[in-house]
T-cell receptor, first 113, second 113 residues
Framework: AQSVTQLDSQVPVFEEAPVELRCNYS??????LFWYVQYPNQGLQLLLK??????LVESINGFEAEFNKSQTSFHLRKPSVHISDTAEYFC???????????FGAGTTVTVRA | EAGVAQSPRYKIIEKRQSVAFWCNPI?????LYWYQQILGQGPKLLIQ????????DSQLPKDRFSAERLKGVDSTLKIQPAKLEDSAVYLC???????????FGPGTRLTVL
């Protein structure tokens, strides 16, 4: 079975500042890794995913995450945040053989002007 | 392409009453998931269907929860009787048969009084 720990429950940040959301996972097998974003009263939207290949993955809106197998981490970063990035962010893991997602508890990002 | 549809969006019931949620996945998606998201936590998988068969229902409280996916398309999740601790957002997700990426609906927010 897989599990995920998101190390920060709340991250306040000023507009145009960088942000990093930390995610560590535990698994006895190889994994797929995901970051989902949830805006208020909406479902989850996929932000980015690591399935294989390059360990650095990027989203279309400026986020990136790096898979680090030795540290079992998949931290999410953005060099300059906008007010519209205010949301809850979930890290998730699945195994290649069954695709069931195990989620972390989430990190609430609040961007202030 | 239409996304995952869920209804109702909100439901308020008294404890011991019954309730049902409906989900229509993205057309052509063979795999359907139901998740429970309690406030302040990440989503937790309740049940996974592949076409109209159950793949995993190990986390479904079967004494009160039931789910079906007749004809391998839309699905219904039922709670009978509801308890206070069932208050949560119920998320439906779907994916192509052998694809790890899941697409989520907007969710149904259940409040049990």
């Amino acid at each position: 079975a897989q599990s995920v720990t998101q190390l920060d429950s709340q991250v306040p940040v000023f507009e145009e500042a960088p942000v990093e959301l930390r995610c560590n996972y535990s698994s006895s097998v190889s994994v797929y890794l995901f970051w989902y974003v949830q805006y208020p009263n909406q479902g989850l939207q996929l932000l980015l995913k690591y399935l294989s290949g390059s360990t650095l993955v990027e989203s279309i809106n400026g986020f990136e995450a790096e898979f680090n197998k030795s540290q079992t981490s998949f931290h999410l970063r953005k060099p300059s945040v906008h007010i519209s990035d205010t949301a809850e962010y979930f890290c998730a893991v699945s195994a290649p053989n069954d695709y069931k997602l195990s989620f972390g508890a989430g990190t609430t990002v609040t961007v202030r002007a | 392409e239409a996304g995952v549809a869920q209804s109702p969006r909100y439901k308020i019931i008294e404890k011991r009453q019954s309730v049902a949620f409906w989900c229509n996945p993205i057309s052509g998606h063979a795999t359907l998931y139901w998740y429970q998201q309690i406030l302040g936590q990440g989503p937790k998988l309740l049940i996974q269907f592949q076409n109209n068969g159950v793949v995993d229902d190990s986390q479904l409280p079967k004494d009160r929860f039931s789910a079906e996916r007749l004809k391998g398309v839309d699905s219904t999740l039922k709670i009978q009787p509801a308890k206070l601790e069932d208050s949560a957002v119920y998320l439906c997700a779907s994916s192509k048969g052998r694809d790890p990426e899941q697409f989520f609906g907007p969710g149904t927010r259940l409040t049990v009084l």
